[in-house]
């Protein structure tokens, strides 16, 4: 594993806390919002296909043991989530304007479904409208709105993660090393 992919790991197990205390505590109730799966978007767009559904399961745990929720739950959609967003980012051009957001709003809807299909599983009374007229829009849209802001801010983390890491090139003596030749 290289430093790059390490400090993104860093900065997501990080952020994970730290934007569900600012969800939690301090924006309320926010219709809607769950930073959780924004969170887990941009893992699955800057993480490769199978690490970021560990990833994505990382910070699914994280808000289950936040909230207090059945373990598992948030874990298994947020991998969902994360597991699509790779692959949908396999199909888009990832330089493409708003490529990241297209791909949010198709993976937070997918991640929406398996999410209402395990309530469904667990007989919670969860009604079929109530799922598509106060659920799933106002996700879709946050997705849609955030994803961008959470990836510059995860590459910003990442990246000063990145400057302190020790790199790997001070190993050895002459080129590529960080020593002078003798």
């Known amino acids: 594993m290289n430093g790059k992919r390490m400090s993104l790991y860093i900065a997501y197990a990080l952020l994970a806390p730290l934007l569900l205390l600012v969800q939690y505590v301090y924006l309320g109730s926010a219709k809607g919002l769950d930073l959780a799966v924004v969170l887990a978007c941009s893992a699955g767009w800057q993480i490769p296909l199978p690490a970021s559904a560990v990833a994505g399961f990382g910070i699914g745990l994280v808000q289950d043991v936040f909230t207090g929720r059945t373990i598992g739950f948030s874990a298994l959609s947020l991998s969902v989530v994360s597991m699509t967003m790779s692959w949908v980012r396999g199909f888009l051009n990832p330089r493409m304007p708003f490529s990241d957001s297209i791909a949010a709003v198709v993976s937070t809807g997918i991640g929406d479904c398996v999410s209402y299909a395990a309530l469904r599983l667990l007989k919670m009374p969860v009604t079929w409208e109530f799922f598509i007229r106060d659920v799933v829009p106002y996700s879709l849209i946050w997705s849609f709105v955030l994803i961008i802001p959470v990836n510059l801010m995860v590459s910003g983390v990442s990246g000063i993660i990145a400057m302190v890491w020790p ?10 090393s960080d020593e002078p030749r003798l």
């Not at 790199?167 to 590529?176: D, E, F, M, N, P």
């Open 167 to 176: 790199s790997k090139r001070g190993k050895g003596v002459g080129i590529g």
